[in-house]
């Protein structure tokens, strides 16, 4: 980011993660300082809705770009969301799987089926303006993002999905970057029938609501 | 309007026509002569948006790219920034 030029700072929200996240950021906040690596930890698990509030709260910035830690959302993209952004002032750039080169990493055919069946079925029923929907590597303008937090009602991994539909319902723009998305090499990533079903409910309230 | 509510509107505007055409309060020599083919037609329908959807879906599942060499670079980036970040004094915990 230092080497791009561009001016940032990383918000890290850290809900207690009994894995040593919050160490291992204050030991980063004493190499790039306090003004570059801002922690800002909660006591217990609040939810990703509330993390986001919680962090925008504390961003200076205009823009707020929201990525995985687990490196799964390579850094490398984001100058790409900024020149995007800057070229048609949008108000989201949102990264994509589905679309030009964006692909996943170490997924096998079932998991590629459903997510490509779960994807088809949100594009006939939301008809959001955007290819990708559950992933959450994206760029918002600040105000907007706030905006379309604040008409989110889902929670979980499904709250992605609502934001670009929220989105698409107050008329802002959207453009998107194709990404590459590794996943996880730290953990495992869950996918299992009680997401689905959650998955489901929130897409058919979502179909009748909105 | 709602997304639920664009579909029972559309679904009502191919409804009306049907339906009064299947009951018989609409009739000519012409749907008299296809009644079979017109009472099958919401089935035909449906079953080609099935047969479109899982088309396009298996399309895209098989079209999906896989990207090893993202992986394989990932992997020597966070070799480098291990090695970056020791030289500045991080010490890792693993």
């Not at chain 1, 949100?122 to 600040?142: E, I, W």
């Not at chain 1, 907007?144 to 723009?173: D, P, W």
């Not at chain 2, 399309?59 to 970056?84: H, V, W």
Request: a positive charge; proline letters at 3%; glycine letters at 8%.
């Amino acid at each position: 980011m230092k080497v791009s030029g561009y001016d940032y700072e990383v918000i890290v929200i850290d809900d207690g993660s009994p894995d040593g996240t919050l160490d291992v950021a204050k030991d980063l906040q004493k190499i790039y300082g306090e003004d570059i690596i801002v922690l800002r930890p909660r006591a217990g698990k609040l939810g990703l809705g509330t993390a986001y509030i919680h962090g925008i709260k504390h961003a200076t910035g205009d823009f707020v770009i929201i990525l995985d830690a687990d490196l799964s959302h390579h850094p490398k993209f984001i100058p790409e969301f900024i020149k995007l952004q800057e070229s048609g002032d949008y108000d989201i750039v949102s990264g994509t799987r589905y679309a030009g080169n964006g692909g996943v990493y170490g997924w096998d055919f079932k998991r590629k089926l459903i997510s490509r069946g779960a994807n088809y079925l949100s594009q006939v029923l939301l008809r959001p303006n955007a290819s990708d929907l559950t992933g959450s590597f994206r760029l918002y303008k600040k105000p907007v993002l706030e905006k379309c937090i604040s008409s989110c009602v889902s929670k979980g991994y499904v709250f992605q999905m609502e934001m670009l539909v929220r989105a698409r319902q107050h008329n802002f723009t959207i453009a998107e970057v194709p990404i590459t998305f590794v996943d996880r090499i730290y953990g495992t990533s869950k996918l299992g029938g009680t997401e689905i079903i959650q998955f489901a409910k929130n897409l058919l309230y979502l179909f009748a609501t909105t | 309007m709602t997304n639920l509510q664009r579909w029972l509107f559309y679904a009502t505007l191919f409804a009306v026509p049907y339906l009064s055409i299947v009951l018989g309060t609409v009739q000519t020599s012409f749907t008299t002569k296809y009644l079979l083919h017109i009472q099958l037609l919401p089935l035909v329908l449906l079953v080609l948006f099935g047969i479109y959807s899982a088309w396009i879906v298996l399309y895209r599942t098989f079209t999906f790219n896989d990207c090893p060499l993202a992986a394989k670079e990932l992997q020597l980036e966070i070799l480098e920034a291990r090695k970056d970040l020791i030289a500045k004094g991080f010490k890792f915990r693993d």
